[in-house]
Structure formats: structure tokens, C-alpha cells
């Protein structure tokens, strides 16, 4: 029998179990992989979407410091969604580059096609994202959907093995 919640520290080492598990959370301290928590559901809505905060929030906890999650919708088994992100004060650009780094490497262990976000954050321009391989994506009104695709054309896997701890 599955468990509900599974922890992988070594993408590498547990191909399978990422595999087969739909719905994660990556976290990252400090511009290394600290583990890969795999869960029974998906990722749907964040308390910030409900309760109106700062738009300076940050997470607490340890400085430098970013969870990214990540669903494989049913409808389509092909493609990763980068649903949300959450960061500590003091988070680095490169601890963020990072963890896509990682989701680029669940890509390439799962065969994904492509993956897909919604940007919502400002901050983060087209340009940058541009840089990092994503481009515009079905353009709507009040969303910035991109994707990133592969069809079998993965980055290099060295880059993963460098940001493990």
C-alpha cells in the first residue's frame, strides 16, 4: 500500500516514486535541495488568495528558503503545473533558479512534455523567464500563462546533481 505523504531527498535514486506520484512540494534551502515531499492531493488555493495580506509577505522561517508546488493533472498526464510558490524573507534569485532546476529534473524522470504556470507576481518579468526557456502561453485578460516545453529535449541532468545537498 502507497503512503500518503513520501519524502525523496535523491531525485536520482528514486525515479520511481517520483513517477508515480501526481502532486509534490520541492523545497530549497539556501540553493540546495533539501527534499521532495510527495502528497496524496493537489495543490488548489493558498490561504494569501483568501485572506488580503501584504504584498511584501514572506513565509516565515529560515532565511533563504523556498517551497515550489507542482501538480500532474489527470486530464493531462503529459505536462507538470507549477501551481504555487512560496518564499522566505532573504530568498535568493539562485535558490529559486534552482528549484526549477529540480522540477526540470522531474520533468525528464517523468517523460513530461511541458511545463505550465500562471504568473502572478510582478516582479517576475517576461524577459527573465524568457532567459530560463519559458515563453507565453495562451494569453488571457488577467493571467500571464507560460510554458516551458521539452518533448523529449531535457536540459542538462548535471545541473540537478549540483544543487542536491
Known amino acids: 500500500m502507497k503512503r500518503l505523504v513520501q519524502t525523496v531527498r535523491d531525485p536520482r535514486q528514486d525515479g520511481p516514486v517520483l513517477r508515480a506520484r501526481r502532486y509534490g512540494v520541492i523545497v530549497m534551502r539556501a540553493g540546495r535541495l533539501e527534499a521532495i515531499h510527495l502528497r496524496p492531493l493537489p ?80 516582479r517576475i518579468s517576461d524577459r527573465l523567464l524568457a532567459r530560463w526557456g519559458w515563453e507565453p502561453h495562451k494569453p488571457q485578460r488577467w493571467h500571464r500563462n507560460y510554458i516551458k516545453r521539452f518533448y523529449g529535449h531535457y536540459p542538462d541532468p548535471g545541473v540537478l546533481q549540483s544543487v542536491l545537498a
Open 43 to 122: 495543490k488548489w488555493i493558498s490561504r494569501a488568495e483568501l485572506v488580503p495580506i501584504p504584498w511584501r509577505y514572506h513565509a516565515r522561517g529560515p532565511r533563504d528558503a523556498c517551497w515550489l508546488y507542482y501538480n500532474q493533472p489527470f486530464r493531462f498526464p503529459n505536462f507538470l503545473a507549477l501551481k504555487y510558490v512560496v518564499s522566505t524573507a532573504g530568498t535568493r534569485l539562485t535558490t529559486f533558479h534552482n528549484a526549477l532546476h529540480v522540477l526540470d529534473g522531474i520533468a525528464r524522470i517523468k517523460q513530461i512534455d511541458a511545463l505550465l504556470c500562471d504568473v502572478s507576481n510582478v
